[in-house]
């Protein structure tokens, strides 16, 4: 791949990674439950997702998906319910002391990276997207070189962005602040996250 269209794919990924969406909300409510690791475990699974997405995508493998109606809705409908899952746990958590959390950071950690993975990796949008994008750098002799290139600068600078968002949220009182709206983020979040399950689907 040439540096120019190289330039040109990692910009549009940048603009793609910093869209708000259900990937953010998941994010942002691991970082104030669990603290920074939490947070940037879910940004690594994230970008993990979004690179198997895209390795997928550059092999020719998404536009099957497009192109399968059975295949396509089976992934819709599961992120759907995946999303909804994730709406309610957060819509009926409860408030936990800092002792509490203190003690489960690797198991958090574990479910934040599988969390974050598969609300990517359930995303059947990511595939439309996918398509649309890797149809103007993808040639009908691209192999796993080129698709390796792909992947690493789709889930590279997914992860990346996600990772900066956990650590910004995670310094200083900004942290502070967010734990003492726990409740209120859960709540908020848990409804977006409903609301786009619902998106989904319909």
């Keep these: 791949m040439e540096f120019s269209s190289w330039l040109a794919l990692a910009a549009i990924c940048i603009m793609g990674a910093i869209s ?12 104030v439950r669990g603290g920074q690791g939490h947070g940037v475990l879910t940004a690594l699974g994230h970008g993990l997702g979004v690179g198997l997405y895209a390795l997928i995508t550059a092999l020719g493998l998404a536009l099957l ?7 396509f809705d089976i992934i819709r409908y599961g992120g759907a319910a995946f999303l909804a899952w994730l709406g309610i746990k957060a819509l009926l958590a409860r408030p936990r002391p800092e002792a509490a959390e203190a003690g489960g950071h690797a198991v958090r950690g574990r479910q934040g990276a599988f969390e974050g993975f598969m609300v990517a990796f359930l995303n ?9 994008l890797f149809s103007q750098f993808v040639r009908a002799d691209t192999g796993w070189q080129q698709g390796g290139i792909m992947m690493l600068t ?13 650590l910004l949220l995670s310094r ?5 602040w ?25």
């Design 20 to 31: 708000p969406g259900p990937s953010l909300a998941v994010v942002i409510r691991n970082t």
């Design 65 to 71: 998906i497009t192109r399968n109606p059975l295949l």
């Design 124 to 132: 059947p949008q990511l595939a439309i997207f996918f398509v649309a």
């Design 154 to 166: 789709a889930g590279g600078i997914d992860a990346l962005w996600y990772v900066l968002v956990a």
């Design 172 to 176: 200083g009182p900004v942290l502070g």
């Design 178 to 202: 967010l734990r003492a709206k726990a409740a209120l983020i859960d709540k908020a979040s848990g409804l977006v996250l409903l609301a786009l399950a619902a998106k989904v689907v319909w």
